[in-house]
């Protein structure tokens, strides 16, 4: 593992699924009593957010906790960046208190590779989410589950998603979710299609590891996992298509395109959903929806990186039984 996590274009395919048998790893402590392990007793973790979140901040700090890690919480609101200080100076305090890594989320793209290339910080840097950018702990717990549901979870250990054909629909054109799963995904051997209004696929999509589709329906019979991805309006300044009830009716899954879909397919969402538009309820609440085991996965995710990064690169259970006994 390299010392930060940035871009998951940054990760080799065996960089990428040794973080996923590690989390699978991490998984298991969830079914203990006691869901905790000494790996990163005395370290200290900073989740700096600069933008709103609560599946993401919530994921790491429990990661983090789970770990026993100290952490601490820093949002932009009531601390001094409203006050004007810039991200060099709020980098240079944490310095100041001898912090291990920073998990940071802003919405500048770019900016946890400024933190972790300037200079300014002795610590290891984890994206978790920069503009429109990257999001690369969100693409690897998207391809854990899809590891997971399309494979299995024991006989997936040490496997890739060779051949497996992913679709990702929506606003492509504002999602760093969307560039940080073609890269993992590409990575890992899948085949990925874009679904999406013309107006909502970024310039130069054509060179992306990627198929470019405007139809859904067409994409949905040979696709093993479908994402849905949220229309992200606080980031839109002009009208990208029509109408809400147009978007839906041309770009949303509902009962009868999910029955299209092949029946081991697995319906995917990063969250927030936005029910009835890019996603029915009854889609939504199906068992083949994956949107609650991303969360819950995004937890085991998230610790392997964190010890990764942080604790070693042998195993993680058993280097924790190790600590434990002396």
């Known amino acids: 593992m390299q010392r930060h996590l940035i871009s998951a274009a940054d990760l080799t395919r065996d960089d990428a699924v040794l973080i996923l048998d590690t989390a699978e790893e991490m998984a298991r402590v969830a079914d203990r009593p006691i869901k905790k ?39 932009a609101k009531g601390s001094s960046v409203s006050k004007g200080e810039s991200l060099k100076d709020t980098a240079q305090t944490l310095e100041a208190m001898g912090v291990d890594a920073v998990v940071i989320r802003h919405g500048a793209s770019g900016a946890p590779y400024r933190l972790a290339t300037s200079g300014w910080i002795d610590a290891a840097v984890v994206n978790a989410g920069d503009g429109t950018h990257q999001h690369p702990t969100q693409a690897l717990l998207d391809a854990f589950t899809v590891r997971r549901r ?41 085949e990925v299609t874009l679904v999406a209004p013309p107006t909502l696929l970024p310039v130069g999509v054509e060179t992306w590891p990627c198929e470019v589709s405007y139809d859904l329906d067409s994409t949905l019979p040979k696709s093993d996992a479908v994402m849905l991805l949220r229309v992200q309006r606080e980031r839109m300044n002009a009208a990208f298509f029509p109408t809400e009830r147009e978007y839906s009716r041309r770009y949303g899954l509902d009962g009868d395109r999910m029955a299209k879909m092949p029946d081991h397919a697995v319906v995917m969402h990063p969250g927030p959903m936005v029910r ?45 039984r190790t600590t434990e006994e002396k």
């Open 37 to 75: 392990l000494p790996t990163l007793r005395g370290r200290t973790v900073v989740n700096l957010f600069f933008e709103d979140s609560t599946r993401t901040r919530i994921s790491f700090e429990a990661a983090e906790k789970r770990l026993s890690a100290d952490v601490i919480n820093f949002t």
């Open 150 to 190: 399309l494979v299995g979870r024991d006989t997936g250990l040490g496997k890739d998603l060779n051949g497996r054909r992913i679709t990702l629909v929506g606003d492509i054109l504002h999602s760093r979710v969307a560039r940080s799963n073609v890269d993992l995904l590409h990575t890992l051997g899948a």
């Open 276 to 320: 009835g538009m890019e996603i029915t309820a009854e889609v939504a609440d199906s068992d083949r929806c994956t949107a609650v085991e991303q969360v819950t996965n995004g937890v085991s995710i998230r610790m392997a990186v964190l010890y990764l990064l942080l604790g070693g690169n042998e195993p993680a259970v058993s280097h924790a």
